[in-house]
Nanobody, 125 residues
Framework: QLQASGGGLVQPGGSLTLSCAASESTFDDYAIAWFRQAPGKEREAVSCISSRSRNDHVTYADSVKGRFTISRDNAKRIIVLRLARLKPEDTAVYYC??????????????????WGQGTQVTVSS
């Protein structure tokens, strides 16, 4: 149901755009979150967007606030996560996940039972 793409190698300070493609019902009715996991570290929630019925309310982790932007592209039916001013500590596998909840939350993995495969983001000079 979910497919993440767009990862790659980028220099510090650079930008990347990740995409999460979802089925029609998932795109409209589900909250979508982006998580990341770096080697040897716990999975971290970075951003989420609420379902369309909640007017796409968005939330960001403090670690990415002001640098990452999440949005819906209704024409392409994808959730976009734009990563800017990237730092080496942003290096991780990034996953998108979906949950049939109203307002999204970064507080619990269990709110998102549906996961896509990850996409690798590497920030290095």
């Amino acid at each position: 149901q979910l497919q993440a793409s767009g990862g790659g190698l980028v220099q510090p300070g650079g930008s990347l755009t990740l995409s999460c493609a979802a089925s029609e019902s998932t795109f409209d009715d589900y909250a979508i979150a982006w998580f990341r996991q770096a080697p040897g570290k716990e999975r971290e929630a970075v951003s989420c967007i609420s379902s369309r019925s909640r007017n796409d309310h968005v939330t960001y982790a403090d670690s990415v606030k002001g640098r990452f932007t999440i949005s819906r592209d209704n024409a392409k039916r994808i959730i976009v996560l734009r990563l800017a001013r990237l730092k080496p500590e942003d290096t991780a596998v990034y996953y998108c996940a979906a949950g049939q909840i109203g307002y999204c939350t970064l507080g619990s993995w269990s709110a998102y039972p549906y996961w896509g495969q990850g996409t690798q983001v590497t920030v290095s000079s």
